[in-house]
């Protein structure tokens, strides 16, 4: 009897080891760029993250919608954003945090880093429609925008 409850314990170990690893690659190809994610859901009841990501291409000046979210879903969402004058060594990168009431967004910018000529004028969110967007204006035509994020149940 006591050889089977050791025999359990070590397939209940090698299970989760299994598993672990399985997650670990996932993990390492999506840091790698050997998979391309567009929204991964990690959930436990009662408490969910979202994990997204988000590419645009924008070939004027003008403020665009970076990501949006339905206002009933997700409560509060962190960046991470870059963006890259196309054609040039020209980047710009931060880290914004936003949480929203419903009606009102309060965000905070933060970690910001650029490189030479910064292609972005500023950075700042709504809510439009029943959703929040995160909007970026670009102080140059023709950059590509990169959006990492990571978002809480409402």
Do not use: C, W
Not at 79 to 101: A, I, K, P, W
Not at 146 to 154: D, E, N, P, Q, T
Request: hydrophobic share 35%; aromatic share 6%; glycine share 6%.
């Amino acid at each position: 009897m006591a050889t089977q409850k050791i025999v359990l314990k070590t397939n209940t170990f090698e299970n989760q080891r299994v598993k672990i690893n399985e997650i670990g690659q996932d993990t390492y190809n999506i840091l790698t760029g050997g998979v391309t994610v567009q929204s991964v859901s990690i959930g436990v009841p009662d408490e969910v993250v979202s994990i997204g990501t988000n590419s645009v291409n924008d070939t004027s000046n003008a403020e665009f919608v970076a990501d949006t979210f339905v206002i009933a879903d997700f409560r509060t969402t962190k960046y991470l954003v870059q963006v890259q004058e196309t054609g040039s060594n020209n980047f710009y990168s931060t880290e914004v945090l936003l949480m929203h009431d419903g009606s009102i967004v309060h965000m905070t910018q933060y970690a910001t880093l650029h490189t030479n000529t910064s292609p972005v004028d500023s950075i700042r969110s709504d809510v439009n429609g029943g959703n929040v967007r995160l909007l970026i204006t670009p102080s140059v035509a023709n950059t590509t925008t990169k959006i990492s994020k990571i978002s809480l149940v409402a």
